[in-house]
């Protein structure tokens, strides 16, 4: 397929534009060196920070990727061990302010750690995602601190985690998802989550693997089975008896979750051998892009109609009402992470199963990239993550339900990318 060469400069793309553009925007404006933690909430241009409050999130998705970086060795050993400062600088607010009395997580901060209400209804939680992503970015820690006390730590969030799952009082701020109907991301974000849980132990040799194992199969199954339709798209909700519904928002297609969640299946069916499994991702790659690839101007949408089309389907609340309403208005808009989910799920299908196909697909997507998201000011760096259709920039809004721009789809996919490239 590719030769070795082709994927050295691959890798030396990826490497040199994350170091030189990248990470400088976050490095020197993110990082809250006086009360810990990490800012988030800057405008899409970069220029301006908009907010000092700090969603758990965030604070999450930052302490995983600090303590990523810190295990590359493409960086020289005093940056690696600053990077890994770093995670623990969020670890200790996270730890110092981030928690209810019942371990959950709080949705929302301001600047100095108090807590701020998730939504107009009250409470502090609010979202089973944050804690999530904190969980991940604990036990992400562990691995790379190498730090036994802290991974059991991280396996206390995760049993509180998968029982609120088992429990069915799974919350979803941002996202509405009406009685009687699920949600592909809760399945799909927990799918990562295990992988997150499943190499750290495995690093660790711990037996506790095995349950994740477990638990990281169910949900795969729980996607290719039921969200996945015959059509080879995965409808990001269906009914609870796992039929899809004929409403509004159990008739769309999310791009980037199903490209998202498709590189965790494809991790976890490569590594168990599953062949079927690995040929149904592979299909559904193709026709999620296939449908999300915006023809005209090129790039991919963010929500498209199970039809392919545009978004479509009867409404049956208010609470949908307003839901569609806010995704009929982003549906043709071009989000950085959309792309780079995807990016990463291509070529890792391309490079692990020697599918040209989706090599083609990757390319045409990396040239697309590369030429409309990063910010033209060099001065300032990072990308500008909402794009209208067209390709230009959206009036400094950053898109997508919440309003953060933090580097965790960017970089997360580019050091995954540089490991798979490496490897190659």
Not at 15 to 38: E, S, V, W
Not at 359 to 365: E, K
Request: negative net charge.
């Amino acid at each position: 397929m590719e030769k070795q060469k082709d994927f050295r400069n691959e890798y030396e793309d990826y490497k040199n534009h994350l170091i030189q553009t990248i990470l400088p925007f976050y490095m020197d404006r993110a990082i809250d060196r006086k009360n810990g933690g990490f800012y988030s909430c800057f405008t899409n241009d970069g220029t301006a920070m908009v907010s000092t409050h700090k969603y758990m999130w965030s604070q999450g998705r930052y302490i995983w990727i600090f303590s990523k970086l810190a295990e590359m060795t493409e960086f020289p050993e005093n940056t690696r061990k600053e990077f890994l400062e770093l995670a623990r600088n969020g670890l200790d607010f996270v730890l110092s302010h981030g928690f209810l009395e019942n371990g959950r997580c709080v949705f929302l901060m301001d600047e100095k750690g108090g807590w701020l209400e998730a939504s107009p209804s009250g409470g502090y939680a609010g979202s089973t995602f944050a804690d999530c992503y904190v969980a991940s970015g604990i036990v992400q820690y562990a691995k790379a601190a190498k730090d036994q006390k802290i991974l059991e730590l991280a396996m206390e969030k995760y049993e509180l985690i998968m029982e609120i799952y088992r429990n069915h009082t799974f919350q979803t701020i941002p996202f509405y998802i009406p009685e009687g109907m699920k949600g592909h991301l809760t399945a799909m974000i927990l799918c990562g989550m295990q992988r997150d849980y499943l190499l750290a132990l495995e690093e660790f040799k711990d037996s506790r693997s095995e349950q994740i194992k477990q638990t990281y199969e169910l949900l795969c199954r729980e996607i290719l089975e039921h969200f996945c339709q015959k059509d080879s798209l995965v409808y990001e909700m269906i009914g609870e008896d796992n039929k899809p519904v004929r409403r509004f928002l159990g008739q769309y297609i999310n791009i980037g979750h199903t490209m998202e969640g498709m590189w965790f299946i494809l991790d976890w069916a490569v590594k168990t051998h599953n062949d079927t499994a690995i040929k149904k991702v592979g299909s559904i790659l193709k026709a999620t892009f296939d449908i999300g690839w915006d023809p005209v101007y090129g790039g991919l949408y963010y929500y498209r109609g199970s039809s392919g089309g545009a978004l479509e389907g009867d409404i049956l609340d208010e609470r949908e009402e307003q839901s569609a309403s806010q995704m009929r208005s982003d549906q043709e808009n071009k989000l950085w992470w959309v792309h780079t989910e995807t990016l990463y799920a291509l070529l890792l299908y391309g490079i692990t199963q020697g599918d040209r196909d989706c090599m083609d697909r990757y390319r045409m997507l990396k040239d697309y990239i590369f030429r409309t998201f990063p910010n033209p000011d060099p001065q300032i760096g990072d990308w500008i993550f909402l794009r209208k259709q067209d390709g230009t920039p959206a009036d400094n809004e950053v898109g997508g339900r919440l309003p953060i721009k933090d580097p965790f789809h960017t970089i997360r996919n580019f050091t995954l990318i540089m490991d798979l490239l490496s490897e190659s």
